[in-house]
């Protein structure tokens, strides 16, 4: 199956990003900029919920706009954070990480990747491989604020120079360092997966 989408609506926005704030302030800079593209847009936001770091920012910078703020988090976790202040219009409760991750991407229309951990990169690298396997057709974008991905993106260069990674998976992803070109861009990527596998 092939899906071609040059005018994509994009109305519910998965995004990835840290439970901290990180090290640099430019990583709240990007996270309150990408509040207010999506803001602009009316655009809802779909998160891993509980109000920290990162998530916090979005979230609570994204409430002034009226737009839907949903989390999902898996009970154990819920547990730790139910007393931190929050910003969700809805807080989903379920009962581990992959039906969390299962919940989210099914609700999104589109990906954005933020400055993050471990975790992060672990969802990010789980939508990528679904997108490469057919398993959804949406754009994933990452916000690259002050280049925190410059690694990530040169090892991903990488896969595709040593035959790894199809160079054409590798184009699906939409980088930026600025929230709104991304959004607008993600809006008109040129989404063709499956790719042919070589046997």
């Known amino acids: 199956m092939y899906a071609r989408a040059m005018k994509r609506i994009i109305k519910n926005l998965c995004v990835f990003c840290g439970s901290s704030n990180g090290a640099h302030p430019i990583y709240q800079t990007g996270a309150k900029e990408l509040a207010r593209a999506m803001g602009e847009r009316s655009i809802n936001l779909i998160y891993g919920g509980g109000g920290l770091g990162l998530m916090g920012v979005l979230a609570k910078d994204l409430k002034s706009y009226g737009v839907k703020v949903t989390g999902v988090i898996p009970e154990l976790l819920y547990h730790l954070v139910k007393e931190v202040e929050s910003d969700e219009d809805e807080l989903i409760v379920v009962p581990n990480m992959h039906e969390r991750k299962?919940?989210?991407y099914e609700r999104a229309d589109a990906f954005i990747v933020?400055?993050?951990?471990?975790?992060?990169?672990?969802?990010?690298?789980?939508?990528?491989t679904w997108l490469q396997l057919g398993y959804h057709h949406k754009p994933i974008g990452i916000l690259n604020s002050g280049g925190y991905y410059n690694k990530l993106l040169s090892f991903l260069e990488e896969s595709v120079a040593t035959g790894f990674l199809k160079e054409a998976m590798y184009k699906t992803l939409v980088v930026s360092q600025e929230a709104?070109?991304?959004i607008e861009e993600l809006k008109k990527v040129e989404i063709k997966v499956p790719l042919k596998i070589d046997l």
């Open 114 to 128: 933020l400055p993050g951990g471990i975790g992060t990169l672990e969802e990010f690298l789980e939508v990528f």
């Open 102 to 104: 299962a919940e989210m």
């Open 180 to 182: 709104e070109s991304l």
